[in-house]
């Protein structure tokens, strides 16, 4: 390990566990490798403007024809590119948002999502240029999905950020699910232990390697 990417996406400032855990994960990965970098991806302190037509339009246009602004957006993209392709280990904090991933995270992968730089259309299909690394998400919501019951069909971020991480070549991905926090069925501390369990586990994982 040396390159980490830091990916964090909660509305919810200092209340988030999503953003607490994903952070300590990857401070720990890089207290367990001297000379790990982390890069930093704040999703809410610096967030992504949504799509819009100057990107798409930067995009489908040469290097020389792009308005000020169109270039503008390029240039987020590219470096976000960067940022991800440059990374070995990527961690993702996410926090269960209308039964999806926060509005910036989708905001995220929209701009990564680059036709000849993270995927491309083979013969075969589409094929994602971003291998080879180790994606980790913590995934935090209030209501439990992962045990099956009505609710289950419901969540829409973990598929989705399997769906679109493996777009892009990321098929190793761990998911540290925090699930219930708040809602009364279990103590709280007992499902927030339960994570920083895992956590020890994956860092011993990384130091085993
Ligand atoms: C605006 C908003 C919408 C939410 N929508 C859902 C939801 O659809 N399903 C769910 O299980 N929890 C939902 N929650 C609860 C969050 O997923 C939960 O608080 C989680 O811990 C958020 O992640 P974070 O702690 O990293 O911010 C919502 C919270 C907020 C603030």
Redesign the pocket.
Known sequence: MSSILLVTS???AG?????RLATKLAERFAASRPGTKITCRDLIAAPLPHIDGDFLGGLFSSEGERSALQQTLVDVSDQAVEELLAADTIVI???????SIPSALKSWFDYVARAGKTFRYAETGPEGLVKGRSVYVVL????V?TKGGPIAPMDHARPYLKTMLGFLGMDDVEFID?EG??LGLEPDEDILGRAENRLDLLTDRVLAV
């Not at 209340?15 to 953003?19: E, H, Q, Y």
């Open positions: 909660s509305p919810r209340a988030s566990i999503s953003t904090g996410a926090g269960m948002i209308n039964f935090a919501s209030k209501g999905y925090v926090v708040g």
